[in-house]
């Protein structure tokens, strides 16, 4: 079993920045990929950014030059610092863990994630 704990998010106008964290805890942080994904209200939850346990990184196209995650495996821990933050960026921010995945993959989709953390707001005004 696997807990996530996030932190960070908040509200920041238009070209700011915030950092996401989650912190992970019951097993051992190197075994398996992280991501972040987002939902905003009335849509499904979606990519943003995930990291194998090789540390291979993949960006979803709206947020590629603005968003970075990266992981501290000695922390447990994966952040997402996100800069030029844009309304359309406003949603619940999640972290999840894939359990299942080899250690040169990622999974994009939300369903191949095992948990989750509790999710945190972002909001961007304009």
């Known amino acids: 079993q696997v807990q996530l704990v996030q932190s960070g998010g908040g509200l920041v106008q238009a070209g700011g920045s915030l950092r996401l964290s989650c912190a992970a805890s019951?097993?051992?942080?190197?075994?398996?990929?992280m991501g972040w994904f987002r939902q905003a209200p009335g849509k499904e939850r979606e990519f943003v950014a995930v990291i194998s346990r090789a540390g291979g990184i993949t960006y979803a196209d709206p947020v590629k030059g603005r968003f970075t995650i990266s992981r501290d495996n000695a922390k447990n821990a994966v952040y997402l610092q996100m800069n030029l933050l844009q309304p359309e960026d406003t949603a619940v921010y999640y972290c999840?863990?894939?359990?299942?995945?080899?250690?040169?993959?990622?999974?994009?989709?939300?369903?191949?994630?095992?948990?989750w953390g509790q999710g945190t707001q972002v909001t961007v005004s304009s």
């Open positions: 019951g097993r051992s942080f190197t075994t398996y990929a």
């Open positions: 999840g863990v894939d359990l299942r995945a080899g250690y040169f993959s990622a999974s994009r989709s939300s369903r191949d994630y095992d948990h």
